[in-house]
Each structure stands twice: as C-alpha cells, then as structure tokens.
Nanobody, 122 residues
Framework: QVQLVESGGGLVQPGGSLRLSCAASGTIFSINAMGWYRQAPGKQRELVATITSGGSTKYEESVKGRFTISRDNAKNTVYLQMNSLKPEDTAVYYC????????????????WGQGTQVTVQS
C-alpha cells in the first residue's frame, strides 16, 4: 500500500511564502512524475506543477516565476516552494504520484494525497 502525505499548508498574508511537502511511503520501487494540484471552492481541480523523476518541470501559467517544484528521489518526497502568494492562490493543494510501482513487475498506479489547505489573506 502506498500513501502520500502532504504538509506545510496554512494561513499567510499576500506576498508571503509557504513550502509544501509531500512524502510517499509504503512499498515503492519507482515513481514516475510527481505533482501538485489545487482546488479552490466551487472550481475544478487544476494542475499547479509537475516534475519527472529526471527533474523536468512544468508549471501552470499563473504560478510561473513564483512557485518552484523540486523533488528528493531518495526520500520519495516532492516540494512546492510558493513565493509572492496571492489571494487567488487560496485552495486545497493536493499531491499526486504518477505511475508508482511497488515492485519492478507490478502494475503502475497513480495515488493522491489527502490535501492541505493554503489560505492567502490579509
């Protein structure tokens, strides 16, 4: 069984910073891409940023230059450094692991974390 657990959310003022972490645990042989998604009230879940096992990254347009995704493959952990936060960044942030295999011969599955709330307000 694989679990993804996020941490680091909270309340911050506009212009502030937060760092989210997501650690994958359980029996893990490999993880392909890992990413962060967010869902604001009344809106659909959207991609924020992804990073492959090789370190290639992709960002949603509105967070480019403000957010940085990084990854520690040895710890099966992905991070999201969020700077210059805006009220419109307020959402529940979810971590996702793509193509996670428990053994080399196992089928690959995607897993989601439970989410962590980020609130940006004065």
């Amino acid at each position: 069984q694989v679990q993804l657990v996020e941490s680091g959310g909270g309340l911050v003022q506009p212009g502030g910073s937060l760092r989210l972490s997501c650690a994958a645990s359980g029996t893990i042989f490999s993880i392909n891409a890992m990413g962060w998604y967010r869902q604001a009230p009344g809106k659909q879940r959207e991609l924020v940023a992804t990073i492959t096992s090789g370190g290639s990254t992709k960002y949603e347009e509105s967070v480019k230059g403000r957010f940085t995704i990084s990854r520690d493959n040895a710890k099966n952990t992905v991070y999201l450094q969020m700077n210059s936060l805006k009220p419109e960044d307020t959402a529940v942030y979810y971590c996702k692991g793509e193509n996670i295999r428990s053994f080399w011969y196992s089928p690959a599955y995607a897993y989601w974390g439970q989410g962590t709330q980020v609130t940006v307000q004065s």
